[in-house]
């Protein structure tokens, strides 16, 4: 641990006072790679833990391009209103070739970065699936612990990968473009099965009528998908971030599954699946870090590698010898 660096029980003590400098100091104590800061992460998120779990955790999720920045913008500033503290966490993707991200989502939140009840913390994907960073979930535990009630985790992009955000959240919303219908036929089976509410975004101007469109088939095709909430009907609503039309619906929308949450026992359920799942990453973290810190794993690669092209194993094979070994 760095000589500048407070305590964990210093770090836990400004969290729960709400100090935003604290908090942003401990996300990224939270996203190094560093075995120092990693330790003073984990011991402060024991420390947090007790505070933690009545944040109302909704993941916005779709295509690159639909107004997600924008639309979180203008449900926050309502949200505020309303009185609650709102904290978001944007997801942005990583370069595959520098590992650099522009985070930028930052930027199109305009009203809500002057916020004193709001917190923005863009992250870099890292290039991990799913959606979100290997580390979202523990961020997402900082916030909640600083008395953040209101929790919206904006994902990288929508697609088959790009659905690992609904294991983290309460609510699930998607945003679509109006007259996607044909264009986002790769992913409909997946977001219709995933999603507890959908928005047509852009619903204003001359695409007002296409948007109603769009919002007349996804209806449609929810009445033969199964909501993953029992007496839950996912609702297709239109709205515009940028107008504000339609966003006050929206919140009423997530706020009554927020009760059908709760009414229903998984609201609970949900957390214990989701620490469960936290476990077992860090288990398979933990596991593959001790697996390449074999002294002897370079080697054997290479000898297994060398086996699969002279044609005596197959990859299969020489991959489990690997790993038994």
């Known amino acids: 641990m760095a000589p ?5 029980e210093i770090l836990a003590d400004r969290i729960r006072s709400g100090d935003r400098t604290t908090l942003a100091r401990a996300m990224t104590l939270v996203e190094s790679r560093l ?18 779990g009545s ?31 709102v904290a978001v966490l944007a997801i942005d993707p990583s370069s595959s070739r520098s590992g650099g991200s522009i985070l930028g989502d930052k930027s199109r939140m305009s009203r809500l970065a002057l916020e004193d009840a709001a917190f923005i913390r863009p992250s870099p994907s890292d290039l991990a699936l799913g959606g979100v960073t290997r580390r979202t979930r523990e961020v997402m535990f ?12 904006e994902t990288v992009g929508v697609g088959q990968s790009e659905i690992e955000v609904e294991g983290l959240t309460d609510s699930f919303l998607v945003l679509i473009q109006p007259g ?6 790769g992913i409909k089976k997946g977001i219709l099965e995933v999603a507890d509410a959908i928005a047509v975004n852009k619903a204003d101007g001359e695409g007002l009528a296409l948007a109603r469109e769009t919002v007349a088939e996804y209806s449609a095709a929810l009445r033969y998908q199964r909501s993953r909430l029992e007496g839950w009907t996912p609702t297709v609503t239109a709205i515009s971030g940028k107008v504000g039309t339609g966003v006050e619906e929206l919140v009423d929308v ?19 699946e989701g620490l469960e799942a936290w476990v077992r990453q860090l288990a398979e973290e ?13 080697e054997r690669l290479k000898v297994q590698a060398d086996r699969v092209a ?14 038994d070994h």
């Open 286 to 298: 933990a596991l593959l870090r001790a697996w390449r810190a074999a002294p002897d794993l370079g």
């Open 310 to 323: 002279t044609g005596e194993l197959t990859c299969r094979r020489a991959a489990d010898e690997l790993a």
């Open 55 to 85: 944040t109302h955790r909704i993941g916005v999720s779709g295509p690159p391009g639909v107004g997600k920045s924008t639309l979180i913008d203008t449900l926050g500033m309502r949200l505020l209103e309303q009185g609650h503290r």
């Open 35 to 52: 075995e120092a800061d990693q330790d003073v992460a984990a011991e402060t998120l024991r420390l947090l833990m007790p505070d933690i």
């Open 4 to 8: 500048s660096t407070p305590t964990p």
């Open 180 to 185: 996607s219908g044909d264009e986002l036929q």
């Open 142 to 153: 900082l916030c909640e612990a600083a008395g953040f009630d209101r929790l919206l985790i």
């Open 254 to 272: 997530l706020a009554e599954h927020r009760k059908a949450l709760v009414a229903s026992g998984q609201w609970e359920s949900r957390r214990t």
